[in-house]
């Protein structure tokens, strides 16, 4: 046989029957092999968009998805991922943790996308990430949440597009202590996004040398806020607010005829007023108080042009609202972490030759090899750091003062200032 | 009564009598769930595990609204108290699923059998309020033991430690078939339940409560049964879902999911013992189709209920045993 084999072989002109049925059998599946090959090249990358659409999340997720296709548009026009263009398949989750598990479902085993993307309230991630991790289908969150860096989810979910409320949180401390004062009454909501604010910022404060004296918790459901604020006590120097969902007007708007002319220093999250104009009716109060941006609303003096770009993709205007409608005031401290988000998609899919669900893994591998991530159109908000064992990334964080109207950033922090001790290593699990 | 012609009189026809023909529906709907799961894109399994399980909380409802005709609008806290009846103990004490799945039973009846106890005083739109008061502190205590709840946010049951006797209850076909079993055991429990003398008795208060307190039947030990049954039936669907899909959260204690069995139950047939698996099916599809179509899907949802009050107010199911299978349970 094998002397047969080597004869025929150094025999050209010659051909067996069988040689040549095998020879015509190739020819003839060639057309076909080679369309299924380019079909397989030209077919697009499917990114499963969980957004909330609906329920107590739908301000953030209207301009989430703005953004989205955005940066979508912008990797397409510049030739896509690995020569493939990106699909966008969006499924409203109602900001319900049920509902986001069963759309993670449905990226993975009816839409057949590549990989999930893009959520923000933290109970729907946790409600969602188990099951990424049994569908193995890689979880891009974009929630700011504690919860990925904390080591509760798995090596599937990863946030390398928005830094998390921890360092946010304790990177505020030190600029709070020095520059407004030391004693801070906290109102915050009842639930565990406004524990992690309370937690975290009280630890922060204290390593200043300054001291929380009163936590005021105001219940989920509240929707009347001003019985509350006869608790902050009259040495405070410092009020720190956040509040999140569909009564934060009604909040901030209390607050300020609670205190009428003479206030201590206010200092909230804009996760107080995202999504609404600082200039409405009864906010004036506000002018000179402080805010945390995760990215400035307003376009400042020394705009970069990243910025600029930016804002003219995703139609913000320089006062942080959409092009086409003054009135409507985007997410703009949150809602870049979509755009940074998929950048980091496409060059996480490049650098490991992504070409379908078989290098899901490999492309979690190549986030996880990421370190620095330079300001950039890429990453409009700023330079980034991210922590691959921990799948979380760090960045600057932005105060700034109410300033006739407008705010105008007063201090950056350094990444330095936003950094914390690991807390877990994913890479140590098996995929 | 003599049999048909050319049957024996010895042996009942099979499937043609009421005796019989609720054994072979019940059976027929498990074994036709065992089949379908071979056959079904991996999507609808998934979506057909999780839909047992809401099924069973729309069960346990039904029992107390379909047939004691008492109108809960408080049943996630049940629903809830089987959650973190398993999964608090799992997450913060390590322990394992079988246990904790017995503490989350335990949790629910305890919780059932209080709830009952004080709600029972009441009747009509009073007990609506009051078991809607009772959820939804229920909500707000989980939200205060936040510390160990993690509130709203809540926690992760994670993937190695959904182990049963060997069996990964994180592998698909694993996790069908352990909701099948409970779908199963609970819907051929319901079938027997309501052939009692118990479950006669229910009925009967549903239809004239003082006609049944005249006959000489204990009402108020018998709505406190139907509480006790349907609040542990509830909290056996929260165990099951925190444990098949590794989350427990605040959310499962809010009103939404309180009003969602109600639907279920009104969709698919109050009173009928296939209306809540048949409601549960309908509602999560229509959710997911029309979500595909716009993200007004509720309205959709609301549309569709209102229809189907006007034409068809006993439900799907209801409808079935109006126009066809008067036998059905």
Redesign the interface.
Known sequence: MLDNRSRTGHLPGTMTRRRAIGTLAAVGSLPLAARFAQAQSSEPIRIGFQVH??GIGAAYGRWYDRTTEAAARRINDAGGINGRPVEIIA??DGT????G??VV??FA??HNCDIAFGTLF??VV??S???A??LKIPYFVVSE?H?VASG???RYTLQPGITDVKSQVEAMGPYVAENLGKKVTMIFP????G?DHRDYFSASIERQGGTVVEKIAI???ETAFTKYFPRIPQDTEVVYHVMVGPAVLTFVKELGEFFGPSSPEIFGFIDSLEAVDITSPGLEFLEGSYFWEGYPRYAQADQTEYDKAYRAAVGVDDNGAALSDSKDVSTYAHMFGCWETLNIVKAGMEASGYAGPDDRAALIEAVEAMTDLPHSLDHPQGAKVFNGRTHQVFGHQYISRVNEGRLDVVHTTSIEDTLYEDETDYTAQAF | MSPPAGESPHWPAVGRTPRFRSPLLHAGIILGLIVIHFILPEYHNGNLARIMVLAVYAMGYNILFGYTGLLSLGHALFFAAGMYGLGLPMHLLGATPAPAFLGGLATALVVSAVIGFLALRTSGVAFMIVTLMFAQAGFLTVLLFGEYTRGDEGFVIQQAARQVAGIDLTDPSNRYFAALTLFGVCLLLIAWLVQTPFGRCLVAIRENEERARLLGYDVLAHKLGAVIISGTMSGAAGAAYALLFGYAGATFASVQYSILPLLWVLLGGAGTTIGPFIGTVFMFYLIDLASGVTSAYMLIAGLALVLLTIFAPQGLAGELRRRLMSWLP
Do not use: C, V
């Open positions: 659409r609906t499924e409203d319900d943790p049920k509902r598990a069963e479902e449905k085993t009816q933290s109970h946790i409600g990430a188990p099951r991790g049994e949440g919860h509760i989810l798995n009842d639930f565990a996004f524990h219940p989920p459901t």
